[in-house]
């Protein structure tokens, strides 16, 4: 009888965790490639963007204002934000851009919120992308981080997502809708550890846990918050918020 109760309570345990895993491969699945894309303009007629004079975040800012959204450019070289802004009215016509200069590094916190507020009143803001980051330039020993990567690191991938959320985030309060994406990386959140990029590593796992609290905390609010941590083609990202 106790035989009979323990593999009736494990088959019921099996069928339930199947079924979960196999659910969640087809959301995946869904949501990845089949979901149709938000239309973000629900949010706002304007997106701020930091790092986006360069990589994922340049891509980022041409797929934004292909979506019909005006972009405020947050970068700390003027010559590059401004080289992106004509670009952006050379492909799309209609698309307004603002350029905010900020250098994380040399920055403080407050000076992050001054400007940013400074930058966007008035604006409709909808969305907010956190995208400048650093890496180290090759793997090495936690000991063997210099002084000076360990403060980039620190500043540009911990503060520069803080602060900028929250100058951000107010806004979006008070409209009761917005949308922060924060660029995380796969070494937080989809190997269980991450040997001579620890540092990297730990500082996208503060980007996992501030996207996944403020999600919840802001969702009564209208608030989607949402960290990517995978680069599944640079465009694609924008399929999963
Ligand atoms: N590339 C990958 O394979 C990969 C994988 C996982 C996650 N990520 C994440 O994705 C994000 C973008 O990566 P990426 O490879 O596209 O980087 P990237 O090409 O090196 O571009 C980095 C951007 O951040 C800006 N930035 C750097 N330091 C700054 C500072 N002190 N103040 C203001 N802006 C600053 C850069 O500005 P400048 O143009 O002025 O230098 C540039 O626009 C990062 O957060 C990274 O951790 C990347």
């Known amino acids: 009888m106790a035989i009979e109760f323990i593999l009736g309570v494990v088959y019921v345990l099996t069928v339930f965790f199947l079924f979960k895993f196999i659910r969640s491969v087809i959301r995946g699945i869904w949501v990845v ?15 701020v963007i930091t790092g986006c004079t360069d990589g994922l975040g340049r891509a980022i800012v041409f797929e934004l204002a292909s979506k019909g959204l005006n972009i405020v450019l947050v970068g700390r070289d003027p010559e590059k934000l401004k080289a992106v802004s004509i670009e952006i009215g050379r492909r799309y016509k209609l698309i307004e851009t603002k350029d905010v200069v900020i250098d994380f590094l040399k920055h403080s916190g407050a000076e992050i919120s001054k400007f940013i507020e400074e930058g966007i ?15 180290y330039p090759t793997a090495r020993y936690f000991h063997e981080v210099d002084e000076d990567l360990m403060y980039s690191l620190l500043k540009v991938n911990i503060d520069s997502v803080t602060w900028m959320t929250k100058s951000v985030l107010p806004v979006m309060i008070r409209k009761r809708k917005g ?52 680069n599944i083609g640079k465009l694609k990202f924008l399929l999963l918020f």
């Open 33 to 47: 490639f089949f979901r149709p894309a938000k239309n973000l303009k629900k949010y706002g007629s304007w997106a």
């Open 121 to 135: 009143e008035g604006l409709d803001i909808g969305i907010l992308i956190n995208v400048a980051g650093v890496n």
């Open 179 to 230: 949308a922060i994406v924060n660029i995380g990386s796969g070494s937080s959140a989809i190997i269980p550890s991450s040997p001579l990029f620890t540092l990297y590593a730990s500082t996208k796992c503060y980007m996992d846990q501030l996207s996944r609290s403020l999600h919840v905390e802001y969702k009564k609010y209208g608030t989607d918050v949402h960290v990517q941590v995978y």
